[in-house]
């Protein structure tokens, strides 16, 4: 059995237990797995996923499974996440987002005061 996180791919790590005498003993630090049924929206299915409770607290945290699938990049997706979030944006289309109209840059009072003293003093 697999001790991995089906969304983020967190694992197993290791490292020591050190004592009071400073007596180092390797350990394992195992990922906090949970068992959840997580919906889908946009697929209008429940998938039933192993995955961390930080990767649990991070798709509460963005509104569901489809918003946080399409805001993670697929590097820090597993495979199986990516075929699901691959099939999420599918169903939904792309959506056109709209361009940021860029806002003239205007000078602080401060700057444009020293602009002008310099231009006014040749």
């Known amino acids: 059995m697999v001790k991995k996180c089906d969304i ?3 694992g197993v790590q290791s490292g020591n237990n050190v004592s009071h005498a400073n007596n180092r003993t390797r350990r394992r630090f195992m990922p906090n797995l949970q068992i959840v049924s997580l919906f889908s ?3 209008n299915k429940v998938f039933k996923l ?3 409770s930080k990767t649990l607290r991070s798709i509460e945290h963005n509104g569901g499974l489809d918003a946080y699938l ?4 697929n590097n820090k997706l597993t495979p199986e996440a990516q075929k699901i979030k691959k099939s999420v944006v599918s169903k939904k289309g792309v959506r056109a987002k709209p ?3 860029a806002a003239p840059k205007t000078k ?3 700057t444009a005061k020293k602009t002008t003293t310099k231009k006014d003093a040749k």
Not at 70 to 73: A, I, K, L, N
């Open 8 to 10: 983020s791919g967190t």
């Open 41 to 43: 929206e946009a697929l």
């Open 50 to 52: 192993k995955i961390c």
């Open 70 to 73: 399409e805001s993670t990049s």
């Open 99 to 101: 361009a940021k109209k």
């Open 108 to 110: 602080s009072a401060r």
